[in-house]
Every structure is written in C-alpha cells, then in structure tokens.
T-cell receptor, first 108, second 112 residues
Framework: GQNIDQPTEMTATEGAIVQINCTYQ??????LFWYQQHAGEAPTFLSY????GLEEKGRFSSFLSRSKGYSYLLLKELQMKDSASYLC?????????FGSGTKLNVKP | DAGVIQSPRHEVTEMGQEVTLRCKPI?????LFWYRQTMMRGLELLIY????????DSGMPEDRFSAKMPNASFSTLKIQPSEPRDSAVYFC??????????FGSGTQLSVL
C-alpha cells in the first residue's frame, strides 16, 4: 500500500511562518507535489520536488529528503487567504497518491 | 485553455439509481485520473488511464463502479447501482507526461 501522513489540522497567526510536514512510504517514488485546496474547490498546484533540498517560490517553499521519506511545506508571511487544506502527493511513476491533507487555519 | 471540465457539478440521486459522471481532460494531456474525496478517507485514486487505456483500476471500490475513456477527450465514471456510502466529491484530473496534475471542479454526489 501507499502511506502518506500529514497532520490533520494546524492553526497559525497572520504574518507568522508555518511548516506542514509530510512523511511517505510508497512502492515507488518519482517526485513529490504540494497542492492547496480551498473549501469547496479543486486542488491547485503549489510545488514539486524531485531532488533533495529546498525549492523556493515566493512565500512558499518546499523541502524534500528522499532518504528519509520526508517533505515539508513552509508558508511565510501568512495571510488570511492561506486558510485552506494542503495536500502532499507522491508521484509513483505516473500514479499520484495523496495524503489526507492538513487543514490550516490562519487567525488574525 | 478551458482546463479539465467535469459535469454535472452536483448530482442528487436515490439509492439504487445509476449515476454517470463525465470528464473532458485538457487537450494534449495523455493521462487521466478519477479520484474520490471524503472527509474520512481524503483523496482516493480510483482509476487512471494512459493514452485512453485503463492502466490501474485497483482503487475502484466495487464492481458497481466502472470507468471508460472512449477517446482522448472524454471519460465517464459510472456507479450502478448507487448507494448512500458513495456520496462524495468525485474529481477528474489530467496530466501531460510527468508534469503536474490539473483537476476539474469536481462533482458533488449525494445518494439518498
């Protein structure tokens, strides 16, 4: 089976930094995606990591350690509009498996 | 580009009825995926097609579920007969090669 684990819910304050972790154990691995999903909407792409290390994209950064089966999404300068679910997904050679998502609540 | 198009957006039906969900992938994308999302189980991969051929349907929960992709621009997911536990949001997604997945807006299915 495919195991992808994320915390269920997190709360952070506007303007702060939050890190959302993801651990995975899958039968194959070709890369890791992070998606954002607002309530009632479809998931939208945030980032993609293939190699170990940090990928930075504006306020969002994503880190991958293939040897540890671990990734995190870092959100800086949090805004109210960042309140959403964040889904970690493993590309298992063109089959994409998702974690259950982390619901992030941003408070004023 | 119009993106991945799903229909209907909402479907309410009675237990035992047949339900057909439709998807038009992004033109040029060679892989198509059907997912089901619930609070309890998150986003589950049901089936995926590559070049219109079903590659892996191991996520399809029961024989009541079937999916087809008769051509590169159209796919259906059918549930017959439907049951209340099938109530969920069903997403279709498509991708070109090893790039990122693009999702449709989803179909909210309620089986009463």
């Amino acid at each position: 089976g495919q195991n992808i684990d994320q915390p269920t819910e997190m709360t952070a304050t506007e303007g702060a930094i939050v890190q959302i972790n993801c651990t995975y154990q899958t039968s194959g691995f070709n890369g890791l995606f992070w998606y954002q999903q607002h309530a009632g909407e479809a998931p939208t792409f945030l980032s993609y990591n293939v190699l170990d290390g940090l990928e930075e994209k504006g306020r969002f950064s994503s880190f991958l350690s293939r040897s540890k089966g671990y990734s995190y999404l870092l959100l800086k300068e949090l805004q109210m509009k960042d309140s959403a679910s964040y889904l970690c997904a493993v590309d298992n050679f063109n089959k994409f498996y998702f974690g259950s998502g982390t619901k992030l609540n941003v408070k004023p | 580009d119009a993106g991945v198009i799903q229909s209907p957006r909402h479907e309410v039906t009675e237990m035992g009825q047949e339900v057909t969900l439709r998807c038009k992938p992004i033109s040029g994308h060679n892989s198509l995926f059907w997912y089901r999302q619930t609070m309890m189980r998150g986003l589950e991969l049901l089936i995926y097609f590559n070049n219109n051929v079903p590659i892996d349907d191991s996520g399809m929960p029961e024989d009541r579920f079937s999916a087809k992709m008769p051509n590169a621009s159209f796919s259906t997911l059918k549930i017959q007969p439907s049951e209340p536990r099938d109530s969920a949001v069903y997403f279709c997604a498509s991708v070109q090669g090893d790039e990122k997945l693009f999702f449709g807006s989803g179909t909210q299915l309620s089986v009463l």
